[in-house]
C-alpha cells in the first residue's frame, strides 16, 4: 500500500497496541488465578476491536496491494545511515546491513520512534546486599522491543496475517524452516497470551522479517528482508549477525552465501529511521514497477 496511509493511521495503532500489550505482557507475567487470566483476554478482545476500527482504511488499502511484491516498495527506499555510528567502527563493519534497502522503512520507523518514545514499563525485582541484609526492592524495565514487536504484530493481525512485516517469526535452525501457524502466513506461537515467549527449542527469530509475497509462507526462500532491529545502549553482536545470515543462507547454489548475507538488514533506532515520504518521482516510479508485477 502507499506508504503515507500507513503513517497517517500508525499513531492511533501505538496508543492502542501499547495497551493491548501492557495489558497482555502484565498478565502472562504476573496472572495467577483463572479469574484474572479470563479478564486479561477480555481486556485483549476489546482493545484489538478497538485497533481495528481505527486503521480499517489501512486495512483496506493493503489488502489492495496484496500481489504487489515487496521488493518494489524497496526501491524507494533510501537505505540506513552507515556515516552515523554509535561506537567504534560500527559504520564500517556494518556498513553492508545498514544500507540494505528494506521497503516500508517509513511504517517500519514510526513504530520504532514510538516503541523508543513510549515503550512499555514493567517492575522487576532486585536484591542487593546491604551490610549484613539482603533488602528487596524493584526497578523500572522499559520493553523497547517488546513493544515494537507488539505493535507489528497487531498489523499483521488486523490484515487477517498478511502483512509484509511479521514480528519476530520463529525458524527451526536446524532445517531452516519457519513454524508456520494458521493459516501459513501466521507465525506460529507457543502462548497465546504473549506471542513472543516462549520459544521452540533449537529456534532462531529475526526481529522483523520482511516476505517478498505476502500471501504466502515466510519461509526463507519467500523472504526479501529479515531486519535486526537496535535500540539504544543494544549493541550489534557478530554471532548474531552470522546466525541470521547462516539461517537465510540456501542449501544449494553457487551464491548461497551472497543471498543469504543481502537477505540481512540491520536498522538503528532512531539513527537509520526515516520520515520521508516518497515524492513525486518515486512514486511514479513505484507505479511503473507495479506494472512489470509478476
Keep these: 500500500m502507499p506508504v503515507p496511509l500507513i503513517i497517517i493511521a500508525l499513531g492511533e495503532i501505538a496508543l492502542q497496541a501499547g495497551v493491548w500489550a501492557w495489558r497482555g505482557y502484565r498478565a502472562y507475567d504476573t496472572a495467577q488465578t483463572a479469574l484474572e487470566a479470563v479478564e486479561m483476554a477480555k481486556s485483549i478482545a476489546q482493545s484489538k476491536e478497538l485497533i481495528k476500527h481505527k486503521i480499517r482504511g489501512v486495512i ?42 528494506i521497503p516500508f522503512r517509513p511504517a517500519i520507523s514510526i513504530v520504532c520512534k514510538l516503541a523508543l518514545e513510549a515503550p512499555i514499563k514493567v517492575p522487576r525485582r532486585i536484591r542487593k546486599k546491604i551490610g549484613g541484609e539482603i533488602p528487596e526492592g ?13 505493535m507489528f504484530e497487531t498489523i499483521d493481525l488486523m490484515l487477517d496475517w498478511k502483512s509484509p512485516l511479521k514480528a519476530e517469526p520463529n525458524y527451526n535452525r536446524a532445517t531452516q524452516k519457519g513454524y508456520l501457524g494458521t493459516p501459513p502466513t501466521r507465525p506460529h506461537r507457543i502462548s497465546s497470551v504473549f506471542p513472543f515467549w516462549p520459544r521452540p527449542r533449537g529456534s532462531l527469530a529475526p526481529d ?41 543462507t540456501p542449501k544449494l547454489g553457487l551464491d548461497a552465501r551472497k543471498i543469504g548475507k543481502a537477505r540481512i538488514a540491520l536498522l538503528r533506532v532512531p539513527e537509520d529511521c526515516t520520515d520521508v515520504v516518497p515524492g513525486e518521482k518515486q512514486e511514479k516510479k513505484v507505479k511503473k514497477n507495479r506494472a512489470n508485477r509478476l
Excluded at 500481489?67 to 524507494?76: D, G, M
Design 60 to 101: 483496506e488499502s493493503m489488502s489492495q496491494e496484496i500481489e504487489v511484491k515487496c521488493s518494489t516498495f524497496a526501491l524507494v527506499d533510501p537505505g540506513g545511515k552507515s556515516t552515523v555510528s554509535r561506537r567504534g567502527n560500527e559504520n564500517f563493519e556494518w556498513k553492508e546491513y545498514i544500507e540494505r534497502k
Design 208 to 248: 522483523l522479517v520482511i516476505p517478498e509475497y505476502r500471501q504466502k509462507p515466510w519461509e526463507i526462500d519467500n523472504v526479501f528482508a529479515a531486519v535486526e532491529i537496535k535500540f539504544p545502549n543494544d549493541w550489534v553482536q557478530t554471532k548474531q549477525m552470522e546466525d541470521y545470515v547462516e539461517l537465510m
Design 138 to 150: 524493584t526497578i523500572e524495565v522499559t520493553l523497547k522491543q517488546t513493544t515494537a514487536s507488539l
